[in-house]
């Protein structure tokens, strides 16, 4: 009788008369599909991380449209710095969840639209929070005399002006910035972290993934900002990627006229 131990009966099952020789690719189809579940299962649960701390960042901001929506009179400092202090907390552990949920997805277009889904609900949280700071400092004025009475924050209007999204194409990097900086950018009307809420909400794909991880702070507005000059806004890149293309053309005797392959 023939004893299989160890390295013989791995021999034995990589062999043509093994028996067993058929069921190795169907063995290693299931640990493949088993590893792809356990990533779909991360996933999920970073999903639902995200949407139970997104309800409760909701719920504080239901308050603080309460307390922005409510008269001078009605006004207490304390609340108001609490709700602020308490919307600051939860919002910094939605968007840990978030950068968490971004690192586990690796499918663009599930990612475009987790990332466009994050911006715009980011946007109006931060939104609140720039007019419930205004208040503080408004109500401050006004107790220490140096104010008349303060009834409400009222958010700093962005200009009408319908602004481009910007994906990461380096070539229109210079026709968005050039827009963005004359009509956010240089506005003196326009709080730095609005500013920056603003221009996270023009970002989309690898752009958007750019500053992601960055705090939506006043004081991280320039970070973003030379990130994303440093990433698209040098000249020597643009030049790289302009010469890509040209080379990726087709030969130009296949176009109608010169304009047709330029454009």
Request: charged share 25%.
């Amino acid at each position: 009788m023939h004893c299989c131990s160890g390295g013989v009966v791995d021999d034995y099952c990589h062999t043509a008369r093994s028996p067993f020789s058929h069921l190795v690719p169907l063995l290693l189809t299931i640990d493949v599909e088993l590893m792809a579940t356990g990533t779909s299962g991360d996933i999920q649960q970073a999903k639902q991380r995200k949407t139970k701390l997104q309800a409760w960042v909701t719920r504080i901001c239901a308050t603080a449209c309460s307390i922005l929506s409510a008269t001078r009179d009605e006004l207490q400092t304390e609340i108001v710095v609490g709700t602020y202090n308490n919307l600051t907390s939860k919002f910094d552990n939605y968007k840990v969840a978030c950068e968490h949920l971004i690192d586990l997805v690796d499918d663009d277009e599930e990612l475009n639209t987790i990332l466009n889904e994050m911006t715009a609900y980011d946007n109006e949280v931060e939104v609140l929070l720039v007019q419930l700071k205004q208040l503080q400092v408004k109500d401050h004025l006004s107790t220490s005399g140096q104010s008349a009475s303060v009834t409400r924050a009222t958010p700093m209007k962005l200009p009408k002006l319908e602004l481009q999204l910007f994906n990461g194409e380096t070539t229109a990097w210079p026709e968005f910035w050039d827009l963005f900086h004359v009509a956010i950018h240089i506005n003196s009307q326009v709080p730095p972290v609005q500013k920056f809420a603003h221009l996270k909400s023009l970002l989309r794909g690898e752009a958007a993934k750019c500053i992601a991880s960055i705090p939506t702070t006043e004081s991280n507005y320039k970070v973003a900002i030379d990130r994303l000059q440093s990433r698209y806004g040098k000249p020597e890149l643009l030049r790289h990627r302009l010469l890509t293309k040209i080379t990726e053309m087709k030969h130009l005797e296949n176009y109608k006229t010169l304009r047709d392959g330029v454009d």
